[in-house]
């Protein structure tokens, strides 16, 4: 390979230019994220003890409400200066689960809207969590490559959109991974048109809190999956 072909595989693979979205969609979305993760906490916790679904429903609009409103008055400007903004992965996920509370579910299925141990979602979950060790270690320049650095180049969400569709190549559509994939493919879709939330792919699809909480999942699933003898034997066949 000459230097020609390798400087320009080079400057596709490491964008020194990124595209970075405006002042104003940064802002519009910081407010817009928060609230939708605002009223699914508050829907969620308060789901909990309250078997009348208007309730929830009236907890979710004021708190979403509350990331709208002007200045240093809004929710989101003080979550903003604390987290800076969530993921698109996380917006969407907070959404999926948003709609259980008054749509007739109850709160334990909408609780075990999660991460499944097995099939596509499994993997997913399991390479959030890898990702997010993979950036903890390039934050403190323990990796040989600039990994967050690479989440501003054009070939990120090619990359990422084929690990994306691996599992459901190599082990086929399953009902269980089809909102994982949903999810995974919008948030890559979104960054691309908008490249929210700062221009960074990785922003994009993962955040500290996300990143917890796939920790969480996971754990609990292999918890279950350890006490429950036939999924071992399940393991035990592939």
Not at 202 to 211: G, R, S, Y
Not at 217 to 233: D, E, M, Q
């Amino acid at each position: 390979m000459n230097t020609t072909v390798l400087g320009s595989v080079l400057a596709w693979w490491t964008s020194d230019v990124p595209v970075l979205p405006s002042p104003q969609a940064m802002q519009w979305a910081l407010q817009a994220s928060w609230s939708v993760v605002l009223a699914w906490l508050g829907a969620t916790l308060v789901a909990r003890w309250s078997r009348t679904r208007a309730v929830p429903l009236g907890v979710a609009a004021v708190l979403a409400a509350s990331a709208w409103l002007p200045g240093q008055a809004a929710t989101s400007y003080w979550l903003g200066l604390a987290f800076q903004a969530p993921s698109i992965s996380a917006v969407l996920l907070c959404g999926l689960v948003l709609r259980a509370p008054w749509m007739g579910s109850r709160t334990e299925k909408a609780a075990g809207v999660g991460v499944p141990a097995g099939g596509p979602a499994g993997v997913v979950a399991v390479f959030g969590v890898v990702l997010g060790w993979a950036l903890l270690l390039d934050t403190f320049a323990l990796l040989p490559v600039p990994l967050y650095a690479w989440g501003f180049s054009p070939a990120a969400p090619v990359v990422v959109a084929l690990l994306g569709l691996a599992p459901w190549l190599l082990r086929g559509s399953t009902r269980t991974g089809g909102w994982a994939g949903a999810v995974g493919g919008a948030a890559v879709l979104l960054f691309v048109l908008l490249r929210l939330p700062r221009g960074n792919l990785w922003d994009a699809v993962l955040d500290p809190w996300l990143w917890l909480a796939l920790h969480i999942h996971v754990g609990l699933k292999l918890h279950a999956c350890y006490k429950n003898s036939s999924c071992l034997r399940t393991l035990h066949k592939r």
